[in-house]
C-alpha cells in the first residue's frame, strides 16, 4: 500500500501547500505531492495545521507573494519559517 499525501502543491513554483489530511501535527514528516507532475519531497510541519489550511514551502518574508496554483493568493505580512502555518495571522489577500 503506498502512503497518503499530507500536502498537496499544485505547482513547482508555488510557495505554499495545502493540507489534505485530518489531525496533522507539528513534528509530521509530510509527504508532499505536487500534482502537476504527481513527484514528491518531505517537509516536516512545524506547527499543528487544520485540514484545508496552508504550509509554507520555504522561508517567506513580509511583502513577499503567496504563490498557489500558480498564481498569486496574497501578501504575506509576518514572516513564515519553512514547515509552518499560512493563514490569515500572516497572508492577506491583495484585494483590499
Not at 496554483?69 to 493563514?87: F, P, Q, S, T
Amino acid at each position: 500500500m503506498s502512503e497518503i499525501p499530507h500536502l498537496l502543491v499544485h505547482e513547482e513554483a508555488d510557495n505554499v501547500g495545502v493540507v489534505v489530511v485530518e489531525g496533522l501535527k507539528a513534528g509530521t514528516d509530510m509527504l508532499c505531492c505536487i500534482t502537476h507532475d504527481n513527484s514528491t519531497f518531505r517537509l516536516t510541519s512545524k506547527a499543528d495545521v487544520p485540514i484545508g489550511h496552508k504550509v509554507a514551502l520555504k522561508d517567506l518574508k513580509a511583502g513577499d507573494t503567496a504563490m498557489k496554483y500558480g498564481e498569486d493568493i496574497g501578501k504575506i505580512i509576518a514572516d513564515i519559517g519553512k514547515g509552518e502555518h499560512v493563514h490569515t495571522h500572516n497572508c492577506k489577500t491583495k484585494r483590499w
